[in-house]
């Protein structure tokens, strides 16, 4: 081994501290960013892939067929490059009585799958060229029948005829839930025109694109449209939603490390300048000497990137298993390009910054090295020590307290590394309080006592899509065929009842929007059951209701304006007063008067609140007794259940918290040990003085208490504002507008805390050293040169 | 005949697998008295300084210190002994150099947790009693060797200790200093304070101390009387 390489290999083993904070320190820079970077290519490429291979639309549009003829719809459009149809388009409701999903379909009259727009991808069986036939979509409730495939399946339609299911098909564009021969639609409900534009990145351009194409219809034929763009975000945000904040951590963890990285190679510099000048006495060239601290930052930074890689995939896995489901059987994977970018800008980043620190030891003079050694520059911090030989507090802690100033830039150092670590913790107290808000908001959940709401045993899988819902759900429902407003007597009557109200809930139809829209129509004053507003206000008679941000995205809708929704036929026309916070069915959901949709009288739930001091269990069984008659079944408690992804989001934030607070604390505890060792004569002296272990652990814990409160006190108010940045992020990135109560997390008594928790930090770090302190036999340190 | 205040009895210490730094040492100091212990080097003088202070313990025997068995210490015992019992002066001075004059000699006192009124006062007289009194804001860093010494024993005293233990006092000093610092000593066993100098120096011994303890090899070769030599 050359000379060089002995110097390194000794100094790594030498210096156990700094090796394992370089480390550690890169390990959750890279897991960070390896995970950040894997989630933000999964997020979009799959759907980005797709949507070219089937020539996907940027607008999917439909059109009133009294208002448009087929010829009308084919006029040029400024700004497409290219379209498909006009199709004929219908709703078709499958009878209740009928096996399977009674929700309307929306079908388009297709002769093939193929075409220059919306080329969708055949799945399984054959397309439909015969009438009675439907391919039905991959997405769709009939897709699948109990024995595996939908294929071959007949549904029964409302009007008592019968389609056959003989093919399955995957649409990227999402234009419709089934396709059927042209020829089977003979009283078209509208027509559907597929357009794909020259520009059509940005909402903005895709809003100007719609203009184009209704300036260039008849007036008001066209009675809804689907942006490309609201399908890219709903198919990436069970992903997206993790992008954010994990790209935040990401820059926290890289700027950390590099922070501890340029730091403890600084600090290696410093105690070992005696080395340095010793080696350079013996013959090193500056550029070796450089080198040599180069090579023992470089050698656990190497090792800390190949775990932080293989952290980074093991953490990723969970996260794309959650978005794998939505492009059926494509098992998403960390792309390599990802671990070479990370695992390169990480060495580099570090070998740069470690650069800049070593190459202070290939400037300095061999005889000011070997003469100077390590003592501090004297006279830095005197007036502290003076000050804080007379405050009043004992002795060691005085002295601990002027120890910063001593040695200004490597405090810098650690209340920086403090300040990081106050900045996560911050961060991830603030993301987890939001997200128990957008549970509590989603659940919606005040009840004490509900009737024919399904539980957490049998609620539809929980998403940052699709949560409990209001009103109950398909499937065990006691009591969804009894007389609702029997029921409501029997509740209002029952002693100890506050408030009740009850929701009914069925499927419809929005013109241009594939798939189906769920109304729930509410009997009662529901305001007091957690429903909580983005914007806008809570419907306040027939005619009016509140929908959340999807749907209003959707469906291109703001609050003040109208959307009509389909039922079955009839024409239901309802003005949004309000954008609710709400995630059930995708959050393509209206909540509305029960007048205003009267034949919403499906799967009804009860939902009441009990009077303060009522046991909720006497008042469940005596109102159970009440309704044994009607055969309903009333149990406690709401319908919550926490969301798989806010689990994934909040195991996730905790565990990269962790990683950053440890890096923070092995910062602190590398700069005290450095400053132990500067130090150890003194420490001997003071020990020969007559210090006792006690009292050296409590003069080098205060060392740092300055640091964790300025670290503390500056990491807080950074964390909240970051919190203040990704939350919107965040649900943005998942399609839905949050509400007030997840940014209202942070009071000040849990700020104060947070604030102490930057001073935790720093004692944490230091505690080690303090201890290593105690024991340092006094004999020997008086000995250390 | 006055109280024994250093007993060693039987001592040994050894380090790693080399020869014995001590061996088999017995050794007594009474009350007032001021002894050098002489020896080259490696012969075990530190060791024994270590013992007495209680930085160190023996492998076997016992050491007793102004009736404190010191060879059972543990830690924390160790440093409330050292802040009764013993005050250290050092070749080197070892102030700290962050630290003013005053509060150099004041640190002892606080870490035994004197009043802070009392311990000004009593480092205030020692500086005065020293002859150093008008560096008492002053830092260490500006004073000559002497005068660092000086501060070093007033530091020493801060407690009244009943043993004073120089480990080579006037080894970084030059002749005018260290005459100066062996001068100091020589009065201030004279007060009565008992003295041990661990030195190489025979001006020194002969200067400020009555006997003189000579280590060779880790064992006492000599242990006699010496007339002063002023």
């Known amino acids: 081994m050359s000379a060089l390489g002995r110097v390194v290999r000794s100094g790594v083993a030498r210096r156990r501290v700094q090796t394992v904070v370089i480390g550690l320190a890169t390990t959750m820079a890279v897991t960070s960013s390896v995970l950040g970077g894997a989630l933000l290519v999964a997020s979009t490429a799959p759907f980005d892939d797709a949507f070219a291979e089937q020539r996907g639309a940027h607008l999917s549009a439909r059109f009133d067929a009294a208002k448009a003829t087929p010829e009308q719809l084919t006029a040029p459009v400024p700004g497409v490059t290219a379209s498909a149809g006009p199709f004929p388009v219908t709703t078709v409701t499958p009878s209740d009585e009928g096996p399977g999903d009674p929700s309307p379909l929306t079908v388009a009259g297709r002769s093939d799958p193929g075409g220059q727009v919306d080329a969708v991808t055949l799945t399984e069986g054959e397309w439909a060229d015969a009438p009675g036939e439907i391919v039905v979509s991959a997405d769709g409730p009939h897709a699948h029948s109990p024995t595996g495939s939908g294929v071959g399946r007949r549904i029964t339609l409302a009007d008592g005829s019968t389609v056959t299911v003989v093919g399955v098909a995957r649409s990227v564009s999402r234009t419709a839930d089934g396709w059927v021969p042209p020829s089977w639609i003979t009283s078209p409900q509208g027509y559907q025109v597929l357009y794909r534009f020259a520009s059509a990145d940005s909402t903005e351009q895709v809003d100007a694109d719609r203009a184009a194409v209704v300036a260039a219809t008849p007036a008001d034929a066209m009675t809804g449209s689907q942006s490309w763009l609201v399908l890219k975000q709903a198919a990436d945000r069970s992903i997206a939603v993790f992008v954010p904040f994990l790209v935040a951590f990401g820059l926290l963890g890289l700027v950390m490390s590099l922070l501890v990285v340029g730091n403890v190679v600084a600090g290696a510099v410093g105690a070992g300048t005696r080395r340095i000048g010793i080696l350079k006495a013996l013959g090193f060239t500056p550029a070796q000497v450089v080198w040599a601290y180069l090579a023992q930052a470089l050698v656990p930074a190497a090792i800390g990137t190949a775990i932080g890689v293989v952290a980074g995939h093991l953490l990723a896995i969970p996260v794309l298993a959650e978005t794998e489901d939505v492009y059926g059987a494509v098992a998403l994977t960390v792309a390599p390009w990802v671990d070479v970018v990370v695992v390169v800008g990480a060495l580099a980043l570090v070998s740069v910054t470690a650069w800049v620190s070593a190459s202070r030891a290939g400037r300095l003079r061999t005889v000011d090295a070997i003469a100077v050694g390590r003592v501090p520059r004297p006279g830095r911090g005197r007036w502290t020590a003076r000050l804080t030989a007379r405050l009043p507090v004992p002795r060691p802690v005085g002295l601990g307290l002027a120890r910063p100033f001593a040695r200004p830039a490597r405090a810098a150092a650690m209340v920086a590394a403090v300040l990081f670590g106050a900045t996560a913790v911050t961060f991830a107290v603030g993301l987890a309080s939001s997200l128990n808000q957008v549970q509590i908001a989603r659940d919606h959940d005040s009840a004490d006592v509900t009737i024919g709401v399904d539980g957490p045993g049998n609620a539809p899988a929980p998403g940052p899509g699709p949560g409990p819902g209001p009103g109950a759900r398909p499937g065990a429902r006691p009591g969804a065929d009894a007389d609702p407003a029997a029921v409501a007597e029997v509740v209002a009557a029952q002693p100890g009842t506050l408030a009740h109200y009850r929701t009914s809930r069925t499927q419809a139809t929005v013109s241009g929007v594939a798939g189906t829209t769920a109304v729930v129509s509410f009997t009662g004053d529901a305001t007091w059951d957690g429903y909580e507003m983005v914007s806008g206000r809570w419907f306040a008679g027939p005619g009016e209701a509140v929908a959340p941000t999807s749907f209003l995205k959707a469906t291109g809708t703001e609050v003040g304006g109208t959307v009509t929704l389909d039922d079955g036929g009839k024409q239901v026309t309802v003005r949004i007063v309000g954008d609710v916070f709400e995630m059930s069915n995708d959050g393509m959901v209206v909540l509305t008067d029960a007048a205003t949709f009267t034949s919403a009288t499906r799967e009804v739930g009860h939902h009441i609140a009990v009077r303060p001091g009522t046991d909720v269990t006497a008042y469940v069984d005596s109102l159970n007794a009440a309704l044994k008659p009607l055969g309903v079944t009333a149990r406690a408690g709401g319908s919550g259940q926490a969301s798989d992804t806010i689990i994934l989001i909040d195991g996730l934030t905790a565990m990269l918290t962790l990683m950053l607070v440890a890096v923070a604390a092995m910062g602190v505890l590398n700069a005290v040990v450095l400053d132990t060792r500067d130090r150890i004569r003194d420490l001997g002296v003071h020990k020969a003085l007559g210090m006792t272990p006690r009292q050296t652990v409590a003069m080098v814990i205060a060392s740092v208490l300055v640091i964790g409160v300025v670290g503390g006190a500056v990491g807080v108010p950074v964390g909240v504002a970051l919190h203040a940045a990704v939350l919107p992020a965040m649900g943005e990135s998942a399609g839905i507008g949050l509400p007030a109560s997840a940014f209202a997390v942070h009071d000040p008594v849990k700020l104060l805390l947070l604030g102490i928790g930057g001073l935790l930090i720093a004692v944490v770090g230091a505690l080690l050293p303090a201890t290593w302190a105690a024991k340092t036999s006094t004999a020997t340190a008086l000995r250390t040169e | ?230």
């Open chain 2, 1 to 230: 005949m006055t109280t024994p205040v250093i007993e060693l009895r039987d001592v040994s210490r050894g380090y790693d697998d080399g020869p014995p730094a001590l061996s088999d040492v017995t050794l007594t100091v009474r009350a007032g008295e001021a002894v050098a212990v002489l020896g080259p080097s490696g012969s075990g003088k530190s060791t024994l300084l270590n013992l007495i202070a209680g930085l160190d313990r023996p492998d076997t025997g016992t050491v007793t210190v102004a009736g404190v068995r010191v060879d059972g210490l543990g830690e924390a015992a160790s440093a409330r002994y050292r802040r009764a019992a013993i005050g250290m002066v050092f070749q080197f001075f070892n102030l700290l150099d962050d630290l003013t004059v005053a509060d150099n000699v004041v640190l002892p006192a606080q870490l035994a947790g004197m009043a802070r009124g009392e311990a000004a006062k009593r480092a205030a007289e020692l500086l005065d009693r020293l002859g150093v009194a008008r560096h008492a804001r002053a830092y260490p860093g500006r004073l000559s060797g002497g005068e660092r010494q000086r501060v070093a024993v007033a530091r020493a005293l801060m407690n009244k200790p009943a043993l004073l233990l120089a480990d080579e006092p006037t080894g970084a000093l030059d002749t005018a200093s260290g005459e100066d610092v062996s001068a100091l000593l020589t009065e201030l066993n004279a007060e009565g304070q008992t003295l041990v100098v661990v030195t190489h120096d025979l001006a020194l011994a002969r200067s400020c101390t009555r006997r003189t303890v000579h280590l060779v090899d880790g064992r006492i070769a000599g242990d006699v009387a010496v007339e002063p030599t002023r």
